[in-house]
């Protein structure tokens, strides 16, 4: 039967049947975590009546300060998250387990770092479109709408998820 999650990039192999389950459920974080962002600020621009003729006051500025903060955590954080989690793991660690058993054991530390890294920029999306609710400025409502294109991108493929997974399982086997 062919994979249905074949990508461009190449596919999962072959008896995915639960890897394609665990890219499916990080797929569905994701979806929930931008859906929330995107709901909510449908709400405020309907509260705001799209009005976006406010002063930038302080709280704007925080708003926007933060939302750049968080776009670098949101890379950094990730990093540290998964480098602590892959240096627990060693080579004899992966050496009992079948492909399948050693894909899971990776696949939660991508499963931790991704979901890290769009809460961060939902958060901020969250605080920018509260900002614009109190203040009515255009600039936190653009800061929003990047921090949600943001977790957008980030959405995972089999085959990113795939990529991401064999290279780290790579990297323990190269560490010895």
């Known amino acids: 039967m062919e994979n249905p999650y074949r990508d461009s990039g190449g596919s999962l192999p072959p008896s995915s049947t639960d890897q394609v389950a665990f890219v499916r459920s990080i797929q569905i974080i994701t979806l929930a975590l931008l859906q929330g962002v995107v709901i909510f600020g449908i709400i405020v621009l309907f509260i705001n009546k799209a009005v976006v003729d406010g002063k930038p006051g ?3 500025w925080i708003a926007v300060g933060f939302s750049c903060l968080m776009i670098m955590n ?9 480098k602590a989690m892959l240096d ?3 080579t004899a660690d992966l050496r009992g387990q079948s492909d399948l058993e050693g894909f899971e054991r990776v696949f939660g530390i991508f499963r931790a770092q991704h979901i890290v890294a769009c809460a961060l920029l939902e958060g901020a999306a969250f605080f920018c479109f509260v900002t614009y609710m109190v203040e009515k400025n255009w600039m936190p409502l653009g800061a929003a709408v990047v921090l949600m294109i943001m977790i957008a991108i980030r959405f995972p493929t089999a085959a990113k998820v795939q ?3 064999e290279d780290r399982i790579r990297e323990i086997q190269l560490k010895g």
């Open 163 to 165: 990529f991401w997974v």
């Open 74 to 82: 949101h890379i950094m954080i990730p990093q540290l998250i998964s």
């Open 88 to 90: 627990r793991i060693s």
């Open 58 to 60: 302080i709280l704007t």
